[in-house]
């Protein structure tokens, strides 16, 4: 039993802080510290960097440009890669479309897609749920209807993540109405400026503009787009939300998160002396930091059987569940440790070379709008109460 | 980073685990831990025969082995179990001893072999939980020291052979500084026991001590030294306690599952209703969680600030965790879950008791922020 990284972690820790200190924009880092959000340019920059480096799609397979890491070491990088406040890996098509093109997909498709993914031509979003189709994903109603070398696809998509950067994305498709409704679905990648493809804006709560709804009305898409067989695509559906999810916990994000509310409560004052001196706000530090170290603790007994061969199954959600109920812990915090200055709203701001008007401190500019943002995170990637039905399902056997 | 057990240690928990489960069926052990005596002689004679509590002392201390990972799981196991056997006295006493140098060997000794049962006395009426508040006085006189005074609820106090007591030299009844550490003979005249059982079973004692006269070298630890050897002492409490919270969790929902399982109302299982699925769900989250705490705090690193806050981290989270465990387990199974007949009566109340050993929740808390601020 060693909770410490070995020798040979901590060399490889030290290269990944080596690299983030060399290339990421420390504009950028100051921007997202201060709870800015990345353009798509500056997206695409890092994701560039990081490709260059070849760490940026490091969990493949390694005869498909993976970096051949373990979990510890993908474990490691997250970590880094927060605490400097660099731009999170934009998932849809590294993280969710690649791994299900290389298990499922033709040799055609994987040696088409995944270089477009490795060097940045494509940008993917992902559709799957639909307006009745929420938690309850097998209700997808979008369908695609086989005419000679086409489908033709009609139907919405909702709460589609960046799809206004977005040039393709990998939808869910009804190609069947009889039987079991996970037998109907099939699994389409589709070309966003393909004629007949509509996307609004979903504003959400703080404000920002993140999601869209996405509309398909008689959209062609090749039939050469279906991954897999179709109607199978249930099976790929279910297998893009289990992979890739030991960093589902958010370890690293949190850490980030309590330095910052740390350090934000030592400077705020209250009757003269710290915030952090208050016994009341002291412990619910004190509370989510025991939380956070306890989770630290799980994530890598998670990935440590892993690393011994085992699938992360419904340990995942117990890791969603808890790791989304920290981080949230911890912008409320944030919210609360800026007092009345969490009220300004300024959008806008990202923090460099603001010239608003004086509002109160820099951290506080953003902490209401993330808090509110992140109420997403116990909704979104299968609620939390999905994540429990799972765990009561596959781990307790009820 | 390995969370492995290792060769060792998996036979350790063999050991433990087999001998438990051959000859301690939870009836016998309702027999035992609420009898006269609390604990079983034979048990613990047989017990210490296997290398038990010398499992909990390094080699340098008379034992074999004594990390903190060992220690967690030799707790855990008796956890699981609910036996109520004087190892939280052995453990802690032995910690004292050792720490007074050559001149205890020989009871160190007798303590890590199991022929002598230890006990500590810190807790006073009005100290509640905190080590430096000790009233209990200590005289120094030409042959050594005169101690007064009186010691709360000194887990099977009754049984003891050692008694390791805080008591104090100077100062006033809350400083840290002024205090002594004594090791004492429990049939030293003076010292009088009234004997208990406690509501989880086992036993405790009040303890008055009058005029007791000590020699120069009962004394252990003094000034500084003393107040530090106090917190070590608590510290190996908090983690022993925190394992045997854990190994009763576990126990509870093994078996709060099954009963989900087994108990039909409505025609199904009750454990097809999803308001007791999403609870069941959300006390093994929290149970995972208190095993990483008990991890955490197995590891003893030796900046003392971390090894401190790791401690009280784990009796946090085992003292929040562990109420709501023993409380969902005994509403989750209903009317027969607050039967003496059910098993889970009694894991529920060893459970909520080991709160009051060594800090509530309340008391960690506010330790884990004051030493957040050093």
């Not at chain 2, 220690?71 to 004087?86: M, N």
Request: glycine share 8%; aromatic share 8%; proline share 3%.
């Amino acid at each position: 039993m060693d909770l410490n990284f070995s020798d040979e972690e901590e060399a490889f820790r030290a290269e990944v802080q080596s690299f983030i200190k060399q290339k990421l924009p420390a504009e950028l880092a100051a921007k997202l510290k201060l709870g800015g959000a990345p353009s798509k340019a500056e997206l695409e920059q890092w994701h560039s960097l990081l490709n260059e480096r070849g760490w940026l799609v490091h969990h493949w397979p390694q005869e498909y440009g993976g970096a051949g890491w373990s979990p510890v070491q993908a474990f490691i990088f997250d970590l880094e890669c927060r605490l400097a406040y660099a731009p999170a890996i934009v998932p849809f098509g590294v993280s969710m479309l690649a791994p299900v093109l290389i298990k499922y997909g033709s040799d055609a498709q994987k040696k088409h897609w995944l270089p477009r993914i490795v060097d940045g031509s494509d940008w993917w979003c992902q559709g799957y749920s639909e307006p009745g189709a929420g938690s309850d994903l097998a209700a997808v109603k979008t369908s695609a209807i086989r005419q000679g070398d086409h489908y033709i696809v009609n139907g919405q998509k909702t709460w589609t993540t960046l799809a206004h950067f977005a040039n393709m994305i990998f939808c869910l498709v009804r190609t069947a109405t009889e039987g079991k409704r996970q037998q109907g679905i099939s699994f389409l990648l589709m070309d966003m400026k393909a004629p007949g493809v509509e996307i609004k804006p979903i504003i959400t709560i703080e404000g920002g503009h993140e999601v869209n709804e996405v509309f398909f009305t008689d959209v062609k898409v090749p039939v050469e787009n279906l991954v897999g067989e179709e109607n199978n695509g249930w099976t790929y559906a279910k297998y893009l939300l289990t992979y890739e999810r030991t960093n589902i916990a958010g370890v690293g994000s949190s850490i980030a998160a309590l330095l910052a509310l740390k350090q934000a409560a030592k400077q705020r004052k209250i009757n003269g002396r710290p915030l952090s001196d208050d016994p009341y706000f002291a412990a619910r530090i004190a509370r989510v930091e025991i939380d956070l170290e306890n989770m630290k603790t799980t994530n890598l007994r998670v990935l440590a059987d892993v690393a011994a061969g085992a699938a992360p199954g419904a340990e995942s959600s117990l890791l969603k569940i808890k790791g989304t109920e920290i981080r949230q812990q911890l912008t409320s915090l944030m919210r609360r440790a800026m007092g009345a200055h969490a009220i300004p709203y300024f959008p806008e701001a990202d923090g460099i070379g603001f010239n608003g008007p004086n509002v109160g401190p820099q951290n506080a500019l953003h902490a209401a709008e993330e808090y509110f943002n992140f109420r997403k995170l116990s909704i979104f990637g299968g609620s939390n109460e999905i994540q429990k039905n799972i765990v009561a399902k596959m781990m307790l056997g009820l | 980073m390995d969370f492995k057990l290792t060769e060792d240690r998996r036979m350790l928990e063999d050991t433990i685990s087999r001998f438990l489960a051959d000859k301690y069926s939870i009836s016998k052990r309702n027999d035992i831990a609420y009898s006269e005596t609390g604990h079983s002689a034979q048990i613990w004679a047989e017990m210490a025969e296997l290398g038990i509590v010398a499992a909990l002392f390094t080699e340098i201390e008379g034992g074999f082995v004594g990390q903190g990972f060992d220690i967690a799981l030799v707790f855990e196991a008796l956890g699981r179990a609910l036996c109520p056997e004087p190892f939280l006295g052995a453990l802690l006493t032995g910690k004292a001893l050792a720490a007074g140098g050559a001149e205890h060997a020989d009871w160190l000794n007798s303590i890590v072999s199991g022929e002598k049962i230890g006990a500590v006395a810190f807790e006073e009426d009005q100290s509640h939980y905190q080590l430096q508040h000790v009233a209990t006085s200590a005289t120094k006189t030409a042959s050594g020291y005169l101690i007064n005074g009186n010691k709360a609820v000194v887990t099977h106090v009754e049984a003891a052979d050692i008694i390791i007591i805080s008591a104090r030299l100077s100062g006033n009844v809350d400083d840290q500084s002024g205090l002594g550490i004594f090791a004492v003979a429990a049939d030293i005249a003076g010292l009088e026991i009234q004997d208990y059982a406690n509501v989880e079973g086992g036993r405790s004692g009040q303890l008055t001590l009058t005029n007791v006269a000590l020699p120069p070298e009962a004394l252990l630890a003094e000034g500084d030294a003393a107040f530090e050897l106090l917190e070590t002492i608590a510290g190996y409490a908090h983690l022993a306690l925190s394992a045997e919270a854990l190994g009763i969790m576990e126990v509870l929902k093994f078996s709060t599952i099954e009963f989900l399982n087994l108990r039909q109302q409505f025609g199904v299982p009750i454990g097809k209703f999803q308001a007791l699925q999403h609870r069941m769900v959300e006390l093994v989250l929290d149970i995972e969680q208190a095993r990483s705490a008990v991890i955490n705090a197995s590891t003893l690193p030796c900046d003392k600030i971390d090894r401190a806050k790791r401690l009280s981290a784990a009796k946090l989270t085992v003292s929040a965790t562990g109420t709501k465990v023993a409380e969902e387990a005994i509403q989750m199974h209903g009317g027969i879950g607050m039967t003496w007949e059910m098993p889970v009566s009694h894991f529920a109340k060893r459970l909520v008791m080991i709160e009051h050993l060594f800090g509530d929740e309340d008391y960690h808390l506010a330790r884990y922020i004051e030493l957040s601020k050093v």
